[in-house]
C-alpha cells in the first residue's frame, strides 16, 4: 500500500551502502571471470544483467516512525541524498555486459532510473528498462536463457515480492543469484506470534511451501493444563530471524549446487 505513486525512492538504510559496495565488488570479479571466458571459448557466454528492483535510481532517507511502519516504506520526501543504487553501480563499470534489464513494478520508477541514467551517459542500445512486476520478468528470463548465456540476477526487494515458483524456474539455468531476505522485518511479522497465519498466500508463495511445512519450522506446540483439561498452546519459536534465513538458503540450496550460507 504505496502513499504516494510518484518514484517509490525512500527505502534502505547505512547497511545499504555496504550492501551495494560489496555488490559492485562482486560484480567486477564476475565481469573478469566471463571476459576471461569469452577469450577463451570464440565470445561465449553471452553475459546479461538482470535487476529485478531497479528503483528510481535515488532515494531519501526515511524515519524511524516510517522504518517501523510495514507498509509505509516509501512516503516520499523532497530532500534527496547523494546516492548511488545499483543500476548506477553496475553501469559505471568500466567491463560491460551485453545486455541488461531493469525491471520495476513502478512505472514512474523505471522512467525516473531511465531518465537519470541517460544524463549520465552511462546508458547504451543493450540497456533495457522494463514496467513489470518481477515474477513475469523472472519467467521470461528463465525461458530465454540457455547454457551459452551467463546471467547475474540481483534480487534487492523491501518486501515478499519474490514467489517462491519464479526462482525455481532458474533452476538447471546459468545464473548468479544475489537476494535480499527481509528476514528481521515483513517476514517476522507475518509470522505472529500464536500462528495465526493471517498472511497465509503470501507466506506460502514467498517459501513455496504450505502452512503446515511452514508452522514446523516456526511454531511449537505446548500442553498445558487447564480448567478444563489439557489444551494446546501454539508459540512462535525462538530466533525466528535466523530461521527464515536458514529456511530460505536451505530452499535455495534445492536449486543451486553453492548457496553462500
Ligand atoms: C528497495 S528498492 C530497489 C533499489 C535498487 N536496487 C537500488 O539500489 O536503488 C525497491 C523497488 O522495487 C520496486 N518494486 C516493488 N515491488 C516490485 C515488483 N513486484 N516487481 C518489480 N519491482 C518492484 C519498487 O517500485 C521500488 O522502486
Redesign the pocket.
Known amino acids: 500500500m504505496n502513499k504516494v505513486s510518484e518514484p517509490?525512492s525512500q527505502?534502505?538504510g547505512n547497511w545499504t551502502e555496504e550492501k551495494?559496495e560489496a555488490f559492485e565488488k562482486y560484480v567486477n570479479a564476475y565481469l573478469t571471470i566471463m571476459t576471461a571466458q569469452k577469450q577463451k571459448y570464440n565470445g561465449w557466454p553471452t553475459t546479461i544483467y538482470f535487476?529485478?528492483?531497479?528503483?528510481?535510481g535515488k532515494?531519501t532517507s526515511p524515519s524511524n516512525e516510517e522504518e517501523n511502519n510495514l507498509f509505509s516504506d516509501y512516503l516520499v520526501k523532497e530532500e534527496l541524498e547523494v546516492y548511488k543504487?545499483?543500476a548506477e553501480r553496475v553501469l559505471s563499470l568500466t567491463q560491460k555486459f551485453d545486455y541488461y534489464f531493469f525491471?520495476?513494478?513502478?512505472k514512474s520508477?523505471i522512467s525516473s532510473l531511465e531518465k537519470i541514467m541517460k544524463e549520465k551517459g552511462i546508458v547504451n542500445n543493450n540497456c533495457h528498462f522494463v514496467n513489470d512486476?518481477?515474477n513475469n520478468q523472472l519467467n521470461i528470463l528463465s525461458n530465454f536463457i540457455n547454457d551459452k548465456k551467463a546471467t547475474l540476477v540481483l534480487l534487492?526487494?523491501?518486501g515478499m515480492?519474490i514467489n517462491w515458483s519464479s526462482i525455481e524456474k532458474l533452476k538447471g539455468k546459468r545464473v548468479d543469484l544475489w537476494i535480499l531476505i527481509p528476514s528481521g522485518v515483513i517476514i517476522n511479522r507475518f509470522l505472529d506470534k500464536k500462528g495465526k497465519f493471517l498472511f497465509k498466500n503470501k507466506l506460502e508463495s514467498f517459501f513455496g511451501l504450505n502452512e503446515d511445512e511452514i508452522k514446523k519450522k516456526f511454531y511449537e506446540t505446548e500442553q498445558v493444563e487447564s480448567l478444563f483439561g489439557t489444551i494446546d498452546i501454539i508459540n512462535k519459536t525462538n530466533d525466528s530471524v535466523n530461521k527464515i534465513a536458514e529456511l530460505y538458503i536451505e530452499r535455495l540450496k534445492g536449486i543451486w549446487n553453492y548457496v553462500s550460507d
Open positions: 517509490r527505502w534502505g551495494l535487476d529485478g528492483f531497479a528503483g528510481s532515494r543504487g545499483s525491471v520495476d513494478s513502478d520508477s512486476d518481477v534487492d526487494p523491501f515480492q
